[in-house]
């Protein structure tokens, strides 16, 4: 059983060491929470926990923490996926919710499963999920003095559980200022990706991992034949090429765990009830 877990780049938030040691805090507990919660439940039903309590974390880009888009408003986008059944579902630019992963894993009972906008947001209400303002002041404020953000963060996280099955769960509050209506990454196979080979969950700019197909390309190169340090590896020299900006953590089926980034410094921590590991 192994957890890993990423909060987007530290690089998008205030650089001081207060925050530096907050994030590795949060993460910490995040992941160790999540690694005991696997003991008893499903890689898919600890991936939803631990991107939930990351939603529910104002220090990270999802949930209440989401970046304020141009027009003042904040839409979420986020997605799941079990690597045995291959079945994903998401949510696409969903407005006041409080957990989007949590609409997202609603939509796995139905055939329709990614939603987008209007339809998202009609779904979460009808399935009892309440209007929930996601923004908080510090977000207003650099909203308000157009300080925008890096354009870097989402929330995911790959399990593996004890009976080897993988799951990932990626969420993102987009990345500030950008025009309304535009997809991120975390909804699609290029950001959130799971066989039974390999789960990965994507961080970074959209449109450089959506370009790159990146998830999908490194979970493809492990059921190939790929070690996941290969599969990263020709995968993010393909990303080099254009000088895309990505991060990604992963679990493959013999329990391997594996992160890099393009630039630093992606947060990240994983646990499999021995060793912990944590960005420093």
């Not at 989401?66 to 904040?74: R, V």
């Not at 987008?116 to 979460?124: L, P, Y």
């Not at 197909?213 to 599969?231: C, M, N, P, W, Y």
Request: net charge negative; glycine share 10%; charged share 25%.
């Amino acid at each position: 059983m192994k957890v890993i877990i990423h909060g987007g780049f530290f690089s998008e938030s205030s650089t001081n060491a207060e925050t530096k040691l907050a994030k590795q805090q949060a993460l910490e507990r995040i992941a160790r929470d999540s690694y005991e919660f696997l003991k008893t439940h499903s890689a898919l039903e600890t991936v939803v926990l631990a991107v939930s309590e990351l939603e529910d974390d104002e220090l990270f880009n999802a949930g209440i923490g989401s970046q304020i888009q141009s027009d003042g408003k904040i839409r979420m986008s986020a997605a799941l996926m079990e690597g045995s059944t291959q079945k994903m579902s998401g949510v696409i630019n969903i407005e006041e919710v409080k957990n989007p992963i949590q609409v997202a894993v609603k939509l796995l009972d139905y055939d329709d499963k990614v939603l987008g906008g209007e339809g998202a947001i009609s779904f979460a209400r009808n399935n009892g999920f309440e209007i929930f303002s996601t923004e908080i002041p510090q977000r207003r404020f650099e909203y308000e003095a157009k300080l925008k953000a890096s354009g870097t963060g989402t929330v995911g996280c790959v399990a593996l559980d004890a009976d080897g099955k993988l799951a990932v769960a990626t969420s993102t509050g987009g990345k500030g200022f950008e025009m309304p209506g535009r997809i991120s990454d975390s909804a699609t196979v290029a950001g959130n990706y799971a066989n039974a080979h390999c789960g990965v969950s994507l961080t970074g700019v959209g449109e450089d991992i959506v370009s790159n197909a990146t998830a999908a390309k490194i979970v493809t190169r492990v059921t190939d034949g790929f070690s996941l340090k290969e599969a990263f590896e020709k995968t993010f020299a393909e990303l080099k090429e254009n000088d895309g900006f990505a991060g990604a953590i992963a679990i493959d089926a013999k329990g391997n765990i594996f992160h890099q980034d393009s630039y630093p410094s992606m947060v990240f921590a994983s646990y499999d009830g021995t060793d912990f590991e944590v960005f420093d």
